[in-house]
């Protein structure tokens, strides 16, 4: 998709055009990478401004390497906001004008634009006494109360949609009421909720014992490891939330776990901070670096990721310098350590282009290499930066003793010993969302493809609306080059069908390679068993993952599909025309199940046959389904085939016909063919009933969706809101709750 379809234009125009206020608007989004460039440059020494202000244009031409979205809508526009995507707060004293203090200062950075995640777990639990005014405590959701209000009442003065995390300690006495916190459909809404996971804790799991729940040195009860545990994972099977952070893991693989202590992260978990911590963001577009796509000798171009790497970290460790600050603890925080969370996008993709599967071991493999590259790369650059500028002030030679270090190629660290680190830490993988549809709508982050096509509907000035096609970056150049060749399925592969170990090894894989944490959602069927889904988070702390986010359609968080209690049978009736014969009294046949990706509830298609001669013909076919809301097609469309078949004769055309419609937001790969529409699957089991074979596949064979399922988005109201990277975003118009 270019960068002119209608959706990259119309969010580049609303999200990231600069229109200032005495003159015209940028002419296009060439001219956004001129003043981003421009603005990054004002960071070097006078006589280099101009030579790295062209560098910088050629590293976000191409949208190859992708600023968050604070960098590209803010730079260079003189604007009173920050450039900063990423904050913790401050450390919650339990003192209420201290809590109340801590308010204030989160709402002043909302306020310019930037997200916030806080530790609650520092409020003591719910009666607890208050000692000096006779009173108990109201415990920290209550708090958390006071916070949704606030970041409502931010949004509604017209600032920048709010984004909060709200973390609690697995040990601490109202954890139990956290994780049901959610359940209530009206509170909380402007949180994501994360549980702090302790090595502790997950011993006492393993070992199938007791867990003290304390606030302080104070034991308040306690209670088996394994059902506080079930009751997490049940919450979050039944409405998405709350994630997992294993916080220990995060403080023991930190860079800087000897001079701080994170306890939260920011709101979509990529980047655990301690307080006061704030983080840039950026991304290496990969698909846009593959050589040769689609062909045996596809590959990323490693050469131009090392140097590309190179300037993105440049560029970032610049904005430190340039951009605005809340807070001036949060300016402190971010020149003393100089924190950046360079990632990627268009990983998917990219792997597609390679004929590389998602979550497959080659898929893995290739993975690992891009992004050991990209940290080679980026420790390098930042190395070199250290001789040129000096190191973050903060840098002692015991950092090279910490894990990330340590892994690090013998010349890397011997360049990184001789002159430092110019920042303390360097790559994460965080959501790309927005920017990653301005780039032509290339994969998001390391995410698998969400849908390959979807139908979106734009509302015109005049308040009609109009329908056009939105295409993945791959499955467009796949066309491009290939017109209407089916693609391969065992590559085109998408987040609907992915099973969730694929999404857990592809997500420690790169975690290997990452400084930070990786924002990424574990797709889930619906239906999948409960104890299966638990193990999910066992399995992404087996793995080695720093936390674990997933998603499975409940009645919680919506879903744009309803049905109704009991839906009747779609069936034709015997008031037919009298030119057709009259239905026996019994007739035999077989149903068949289809199971399409962008619906909740299976449909089951029954033929009955009647006897003819030496054989049987079909006689009448019924359509079922708990879906409603194809009711009425579904009904005409079966007492008209009804009527065809009852008439006789040859009614292979039949099958034929309904083979040949194709659906316009995208069909879907059943058993490794592409079938384009829900009514050619149909014509595909008259066919075989006709012909006397079992139909294939069943509803459990993979099935490739290029049409999810999708819930109604808060901003735009279409159905176009889908859960990934810890986030929900808008298909339709671009909002996104963390960004």
């Not at 949609?161 to 959610?182: N, T, V, W």
Request: with cysteine.
């Amino acid at each position: 998709m270019p960068f002119d379809a209608d959706i990259a234009s119309e969010i580049w125009s609303a999200k990231y055009r600069f229109a200032p206020p005495d003159g015209p608007p940028e002419s296009g989004v060439d001219a956004s990478w001129a003043r981003v460039a421009a603005a990054v440059a004002e960071a070097e020494a006078p006589r280099d401004r101009k030579r790295m202000k062209v560098q910088f244009e050629r590293a976000l031409e191409d949208f190859r390497f992708l600023p968050a979205g604070r960098i590209l809508a803010g730079a260079g526009t003189g604007r009173q906001v920050t450039l900063f995507n990423c904050f913790v707060m401050g450390e919650i004293p339990d003192r209420l004008e201290a809590i109340f203090a801590h308010l204030r200062e989160a709402a002043m950075t909302m306020q310019q634009g930037g997200g916030v995640g806080m530790d609650f777990s520092t409020i003591r639990p719910r009666g607890a006494p208050v000692r000096g005014v006779g009173a108990e405590a109201s415990g920290p959701l209550s708090f958390m109360d006071a916070w949704d209000a606030m970041c409502r009442t931010v949004m509604s003065a017209g600032a920048r949609r709010g984004a909060m995390m709200g973390c609690l300690r697995i040990d601490h006495p109202e954890i139990e009421d956290f994780i049901e916190a959610k359940r209530d459909p009206a509170r909380l809404r402007n949180f994501n909720l994360s549980v702090l996971v302790t090595d502790a804790f997950m011993s006492a799991l393993a070992d199938d014992g007791d867990f003290p729940l304390r606030f302080g040195d104070q034991v308040y009860r306690t209670i088996k490891a394994r059902d506080l545990w079930g009751r997490l994972m049940r919450a979050t099977y039944d409405g998405a939330e709350p994630g997992v952070i294993f916080i220990d893991r995060v403080n023991a693989l930190n860079n800087l776990a000897e001079v701080e202590t994170i306890s939260a992260t920011n709101p979509c978990g990529e980047q655990p901070l301690p307080p006061y911590g704030a983080c840039l963001l950026g991304a290496i577009n990969l698909a846009k670096l593959v050589n040769a796509p689609f062909s045996a000798d596809a590959g990323v171009d490693e050469t131009a990721l090392g140097d590309l790497t190179a300037t993105a970290v440049r560029m970032l460790d610049n904005v430190v310098d340039i951009s605005r600050y809340p807070l001036p603890q949060q300016e402190e925080e971010a020149k003393s350590k100089r924190r950046i969370g360079l990632g990627v996008t268009g990983l998917a993709d990219a792997l597609i282009f390679c004929g590389k599967r998602y979550g497959s071991d080659d898929g893995i493999a290739a993975t690992e290499r891009w992004l050991a590259t990209i940290k080679r790369a980026a420790y390098r650059a930042s190395a070199m930066l250290a001789e040129e500028k000096g190191p973050f002030p903060l840098w002692r030679p015991e950092m090279l003793d910490r894990p990330n270090l340590m892994s690090l190629d013998d010349e890397t660290r011997a360049l990184v010993a001789a002159h430092g680190l110019r920042n303390a830490c360097l790559t994460t993988i965080a959501p790309t969302g927005t920017t990653s549809l301005v780039a032509g709508n290339v994969s998001s982050g390391i995410e698998p493809v969400f849908a390959f096509s979807y139908i979106r509907k734009v509302r015109q000035p005049d308040g009609s609306s109009r329908e056009e096609a939105v295409e993945d970056y791959a499955l467009a150049k796949w066309r491009e080059m290939n017109g209407d060749a089916p693609p391969p399925a065992d590559t085109f592969v998408s987040a609907q069908t992915l099973a969730p170990i694929d999404h857990l090894r592809m997500q420690a894989a790169a975690q290997t390679h990452i400084d930070s944490a990786i924002s990424k959602t574990v797709n889930c069927p619906e239906d999948i068993p409960f104890e299966a889904f638990a193990n999910i988070y066992q399995t992404a702390y087996d793995l080695g993952c720093k936390g674990c986010t997933t998603y499975r359609p409940n009645a919680i968080t919506g879903s744009v599909l309803s049905a109704a209690p009991t839906a009747p049978s779609i069936e034709p009736t015997d008031a037919s025309p009298s030119a057709l014969p009259k239905r026996p009294a019994r007739l035999s046949g077989a149903t068949y199940k289809v199971k399409w990706p962008d619906s909740e509830h299976a449909l089951y298609v029954t033929i009955n046959d009647v006897e003819e001669g030496d054989g049987m013909r079909p006689f009448e076919i019924f359509l079922n389904s708990k879906n409603m809301e194809h009711y009425a097609w579904s009904l005409a469309l079966t007492r008209m085939m009804s009527a065809v078949f009852r008439r006789g004769g040859d009614v292979r055309f039949v099958a034929e016909e309904l083979k040949a419609v194709f659906d316009p937001r995208g069909g879907a790969w059943i058993g490794g063919r592409y079938v384009p529409s829900v009514l050619a699957a149909i014509g595909d089991i008259v066919q075989q009933h006709l012909d006397g074979v079992a139909v294939a596949p069943s509803a459990e064979a993979p099935v490739s969706s290029v049409a999810p399922r999708m819930r109604g988005c808060p901003r735009c109201g279409a159905a176009g809101l889908v859960r990934k990277e810890g986030c929900d975003s808008c298909l339709e118009c671009g909002y996104s709750k963390c960004g």
